[in-house]
């Protein structure tokens, strides 16, 4: 059942970080309008399932008033909510503090704050880490995300083959990662990847949303366009078995999907993500209505 909805605020990051998996940068383009995101809500009431609002990108504190006005309109609906940063404004953990506040006092359910190598070189003293302090001082609900570089280890998990070597870390290889973390990792053959494994792409249970009006299912894979269709209709009418990338991602993984459409590859992937990424990106001009926005293609 669909629960979430994640607004992708903006595509704008003060960081570009490599493992990104949606090309957000400094000049990365693209930021919803207080009436757009007035629209999404309205449309997420009527689908009659979603639990959930999140706000994140990008970093969705470079647009703080319309990020606080998000919360209180969703808040005021009766969604719960949740927003994730990076925590760049957290100077201090007083400073920090002025800017959770309103966060607190709009009672949202979920801070998810990005704690790890690729957002700040300092381990013991960064923002994430004054940001944490100080939400936990407010009594925020707090998570927080640490993605690693890319660690090759040895297969110790039963789900593996044992001695095969395990890419940790938790890095996805999708959008920048591809073309920043691959390098240097092991790789297994193009047939094995015959799953999605992360995504349940027949009943999606969260949906992100970006400001061009594409509905997410993975990043850069639209279920359509929520400016075209409303939002509540496109989830209604959405059937895997008729969406041209879905389907064979769904019945085979990316093996299908390269199949299907006679992809050229290459032999070898670190992984399913890899493989799929790239298949996409060979298809992007062929189903641009399914394979967007460009920009998380690395595209202009
Ligand atoms: S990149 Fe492809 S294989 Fe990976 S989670 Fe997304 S849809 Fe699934």
New binding site residues.
């Given amino acids: 059942m669909l629960t979430g909805i994640h607004f992708l605020l903006t595509y704008m990051c003060n960081l570009k970080c490599d493992h990104c998996f949606v090309y957000s940068g400094p000049d990365a383009k693209g930021t919803f309008t207080l009436s757009q995101i007035r629209k999404v809500l309205d449309e997420a009431t009527k689908i009659g399932t979603i639990k959930w609002i999140y706000f994140e990108g990008g970093e969705p504190f470079l647009f703080y008033p319309l990020m606080l006005e998000g919360i209180k309109i969703a808040r005021g609906m009766g969604f719960k909510t949740g927003v994730v940063t990076n925590a760049y404004y957290a100077t201090s953990e007083e400073d920090a503090e002025l800017w959770l506040l309103p966060l607190s006092e709009l009672g949202i359910s979920d801070l998810s704050v990005s704690d790890d190598s690729f957002h700040s070189e300092e381990e013991k003293d960064n923002c994430a880490k004054r940001a944490l302090a100080a939400a936990k001082r407010l009594g925020l609900p707090l998570d927080s995300i640490c993605i690693g570089k890319p660690t090759v280890e040895m297969g110790i998990d039963k789900e593996q083959d044992k001695g095969a070597p395990v890419i940790g870390g938790g890095a996805m290889f ?1 959008g920048r990662a591809v073309e920043k973390l691959v390098e240097g990792l092991p790789k297994r053959r193009w047939e094995e990847f015959t799953e ?4 349940d ?1 027949k009943k999606p249970k969260r949906l992100h949303l970006d400001p061009y009006g594409n509905v997410h299912l ?1 990043q850069g ?1 639209s279920m359509g366009n929520m400016w075209e269709t409303p939002l509540s209709i496109l989830v209604e009418n959405y059937d895997a078995d008729s969406h041209p990338i879905c389907k064979p ?1 769904v019945s085979g ?2 093996v299908l999907l390269a199949k299907e459409y006679s992809v050229r590859h290459d032999e070898e992937y670190v992984d ?2 890899h493989f ?2 790239l298949i996409r990106l060979a298809l992007i001009d062929r189903f641009p209505q399914y394979l967007a926005p460009r920009q998380v293609y690395g595209l202009e």
Avoid: D, M, V
Avoid at 196 to 199: I, K, S
């Fill in positions: 999708r999605c494994p992360y995504e792409l993975c894979l991602l993984g990316p399913a993500c799929c990424y």
